[in-house]
């Protein structure tokens, strides 16, 4: 079980029509996949956030430390690599790849072994992870394009959803009723400014939002203004989610110890993978947090966030958890979510049942991802 190779693959997928969110929209998905394999010939599988070609650059060093190790032993691995090379930082490219190992690593580490990866991070504590869907995307023409997305939810059944606002407090205000009105009072509506925002301008948007019943405010201010965070939760009548762009368990402390957020959402693919994901789902619990994976890349990661949902512990809840911690499902269009695996996670009623097969559940289909590699 000791680490034979690792190869990264440079997705990108173009999109039709560009969608997004307050500071840009996106008119290609892209992302890393990691293929890790064993000396025993068995792969793994991950997803590492970011630029490919940035990824890239870091491949070589990373082999260097790894190839050779066994592979239950690499968070050791990736603990050395970040203690000795503390100049690089957390805030980037050597930390989405770390992350992208890592899940690569429980994958095969789990088809070695014939365990499923929750398993292997905990134990399975829930047989189904409950979901919210996310969409509502800004567009080139949004006031054409969001409320034939909301319908979509609705037609749907979706519970939960969220939806991209941080264009101006009356544009969000206008949104979210819209959205309001099509999903009617019992559907949970989380929105997103992603980072769009200072502290007044937060106020403002929240202030108009809050009669609308919103479930959270997500990124109401850039990641760095962790003071901003800490005021504007003291304040707000509505609950503050954040953490897509925070690296590692410290970065995520440094907002709990001032009490910035209620809601933690690191990515698997780029805070550290299951290594450091564990670690700051420790916090959450110790500091009696809720928390919510941010997926927005493949099924890849959206199979390692299901099973890390699936093998939390309901502290400080028992049988009756009155909220569920929920998986992001995004509803954009894109070819590197589902086309990539032989047998895409699909929610069912507001749930994606967790994988009991072993590593992280999913098979690639590789041809397919023949088709997305970027040249």
């Given at each position: 079980?000791?680490?034979?190779?690792?190869?990264?693959?440079?997705?990108?997928?173009?999109?039709?029509?560009?969608?997004?969110?307050?500071?840009?929209?996106?008119?290609?998905?892209?992302?890393?996949?990691?293929?890790?394999?064993?000396?025993?010939?068995?792969?793994?599988?991950?997803?590492?956030?970011?630029?490919?070609?940035?990824?890239l650059?870091?491949?070589?060093?990373?082999?260097d430390?790894?190839?050779?190790?066994?592979?239950?032993?690499?968070?050791?691995?990736?603990?050395?690599?970040?203690?000795?090379?503390?100049?690089?930082?957390?805030?980037?490219?050597?930390?989405?790849?770390?992350?992208?190992?890592?899940?690569?690593?429980?994958d095969?580490?789990?088809?070695?072994?014939?365990?499923?990866?929750?398993?292997?991070?905990?134990?399975?504590?829930?047989?189904?992870?409950?979901?919210?869907?996310s969409?509502?995307?800004?567009?080139?023409?949004?006031?054409?394009?969001?409320?034939?997305?909301?319908?979509?939810?609705?037609?749907?059944?979706?519970?939960?959803?969220?939806?991209?606002?941080?264009?101006?407090?009356?544009?969000?205000?206008?949104?979210?009723?819209?959205?309001?009105?099509?999903?009617?009072?019992?559907?949970?509506?989380?929105?997103?400014?992603?980072?769009?925002y200072?502290?007044?301008?937060?106020?403002?948007?929240?202030?108009?939002?809050?009669?609308?019943?919103?479930?959270?405010?997500?990124?109401?201010?850039?990641?760095?203004?962790?003071?901003?965070?800490?005021?504007?939760?003291?304040?707000?009548?509505?609950?503050?989610?954040?953490?897509?762009?925070?690296?590692?368990?410290?970065?995520?402390?440094?907002?709990?110890?001032?009490?910035?957020?209620?809601?933690?959402?690191?990515?698997?693919?780029?805070?550290?993978?299951?290594?450091?994901?564990r670690?700051?789902?420790?916090?959450?619990?110790?500091?009696?947090?809720?928390?919510?994976?941010?997926?927005?890349?493949?099924?890849?990661?959206?199979?390692?966030?299901?099973?890390?949902?699936?093998?939390?512990?309901?502290?400080?809840?028992?049988?009756?958890a009155?909220?569920?911690t929920?998986?992001?499902?995004?509803?954009?269009?894109?070819?590197?979510?589902?086309?990539?695996?032989?047998?895409?996670?699909?929610?069912?009623?507001?749930?994606?049942?967790?994988?009991?097969?072993?590593?992280?559940?999913?098979?690639?289909?590789?041809?397919?991802?023949?088709?997305?590699?970027?040249?």
């Amino acid at each position: 079980m000791r680490i034979r190779d690792i190869a990264f693959i440079p997705l990108q997928a173009p999109l039709a029509s560009a969608y997004g969110m307050s500071k840009s929209l996106a008119t290609a998905r892209a992302t890393t996949l990691v293929r890790l394999t064993l000396s025993n010939g068995v792969e793994g599988v991950g997803e590492a956030w970011g630029p490919p070609q940035a990824n890239l650059a870091f491949l070589p060093m990373l082999k260097d430390y790894l190839v050779g190790r066994h592979v239950l032993d690499v968070e050791h691995v990736f603990a050395l690599m970040f203690a000795r090379h503390y100049h690089f930082g957390a805030q980037g490219p050597f930390t989405w790849c770390v992350s992208g190992i890592d899940i690569a690593a429980k994958d095969a580490a789990g088809k070695a072994l014939d365990l499923p990866v929750h398993r292997l991070i905990g134990g399975r504590q829930a047989d189904k992870v409950a979901i919210y869907a996310s969409g509502g995307y800004l567009t080139n023409d949004s006031a054409r394009d969001f409320a034939p997305q909301i319908e979509a939810m609705a037609a749907a059944g979706h519970r939960a959803v969220k939806i991209k606002i941080g264009v101006s407090p009356a544009s969000d205000e206008q949104r979210v009723a819209t959205a309001r009105g099509i999903l009617g009072p019992d559907v949970d509506i989380m929105v997103d400014v992603n980072a769009n925002y200072t502290l007044d301008t937060a106020r403002a948007s929240i202030a108009a939002l809050a009669a609308h019943g919103v479930a959270w405010i997500e990124e109401p201010l850039a990641p760095q203004d962790l003071h901003g965070y800490a005021e504007l939760r003291r304040w707000s009548p509505v609950p503050i989610a954040t953490g897509e762009a925070l690296y590692t368990v410290f970065d995520f402390k440094r907002l709990v110890e001032r009490r910035g957020a209620d809601v933690l959402q690191p990515d698997l693919s780029l805070c550290g993978g299951f290594w450091q994901g564990r670690q700051i789902a420790q916090l959450a619990m110790v500091e009696h947090l809720r928390l919510s994976p941010h997926v927005w890349g493949t099924g890849v990661g959206l199979a390692a966030a299901t099973h890390f949902v699936a093998a939390l512990p309901l502290s400080p809840h028992a049988a009756q958890a009155p909220r569920p911690t929920l998986v992001e499902y995004d509803l954009g269009l894109n070819p590197l979510r589902d086309s990539i695996l032989k047998n895409p996670l699909t929610p069912r009623g507001g749930f994606i049942a967790t994988p009991d097969a072993p590593g992280l559940g999913v098979e690639v289909d590789w041809e397919a991802v023949e088709r997305h590699v970027q040249r």
